[in-house]
């Protein structure tokens, strides 16, 4: 696992764009694994900047979510769909039907998390992962606890994790119990990983992930077993990593 240490927010927004910009341009057809959450949205608003100001184009470009709560209509504004195409898929030129993220509402949810993990596996996992990272050491919504061999699955949610989101609704009661998520085993399929961490808040989960054992108390540690992860962390993030060897740049 490699650890990039930058400044603040903006320069690992800037940073993940220009991974994913790389990836982009670099063949004729390619998947991208996509988070939610509020890290991303500065590396989502540098892509769409990008596409203005240079018209990368995103039409050869597949996108697989992470995760998507379970119960919350697709076009719902609380729904990741809603936040993918308000933070860039409507500001890109990707193809609706490119676009992936497993479905909160449909009737059999079993059978939907396993047409979810056989669109990925079709593909032996995406190109590039983009991961946060939760205050607990989640990655997806694989909370503690999840077994390292989970394939796409319905998992129920934390209640710290529901607390952390509940600033996207209007009060706790109506944040989602349940989520489907990408598994762990799931996203250590993909080729490359990059998972951004900002912010104090994630300081100990992110000591935890490269000192702790590797466990699934905190999830994210298994990232140690995957030989392309990058971990882009900003100062506050990294602050307990102070004296890690295996802190680069
Ligand atoms: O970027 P944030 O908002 O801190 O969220 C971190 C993680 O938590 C989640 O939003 C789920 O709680 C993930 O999707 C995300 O990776």
């Not at 690992?12 to 910009?21: D, P, R, T, V």
């Not at 769409?48 to 709560?69: A, G, M, P, W």
């Not at 059978?111 to 190109?127: F, P």
Request: hydrophobic residues 35%; glycine residues 6%.
């Amino acid at each position: 696992m490699k650890l990039v240490k930058v400044k603040n927010y903006e320069e690992l927004s800037a940073f993940a764009a220009e991974k994913i910009l790389e990836k982009v341009r670099s063949s004729n057809r390619v998947s991208l694994g996509l988070a939610t959450g509020g890290t991303p949205v500065r590396t989502y608003e540098l892509l769409i900047d990008d596409f203005k100001k240079r018209k990368t184009s995103y039409q050869h470009v597949h996108t697989y979510n992470l995760d998507e709560y379970v119960g919350i209509a697709a076009d719902a504004q609380t729904s990741y769909q809603y936040y993918m195409f308000e933070h860039l898929f409507n500001h890109i030129d990707i193809p609706k039907e490119n676009v992936h993220l497993p479905n909160g509402t449909a009737e059999n949810i079993l059978q939907e998390t396993q047409r979810y993990e056989d669109a990925i596996d079709k593909l032996k996992g995406v190109d590039l992962q983009l991961l946060g990272i939760g205050e607990n050491g989640h990655i997806g919504f694989n909370e503690p606890g999840t077994p390292f061999d989970r394939t796409t699955h319905v998992t129920e949610l934390e209640e710290s994790t529901r607390e952390a989101n509940s600033r996207y609704f209007n009060s706790l009661d109506e944040v989602p119990t349940h989520a489907i998520t990408m598994g762990i085993a799931t996203i250590l399929k993909s080729k490359e990983i990059v998972l951004l961490a900002s912010g104090e808040k994630k300081a100990e989960a992110l000591y935890q992930m490269f000192n702790g054992e590797i466990s699934n108390n905190c999830p994210a540690s298994v990232l140690r077993n995957h030989p392309n992860v990058i971990v882009v962390a900003d100062e506050q993030a990294a602050s307990k990593l102070e004296k890690l060897s295996t802190v680069s740049n």
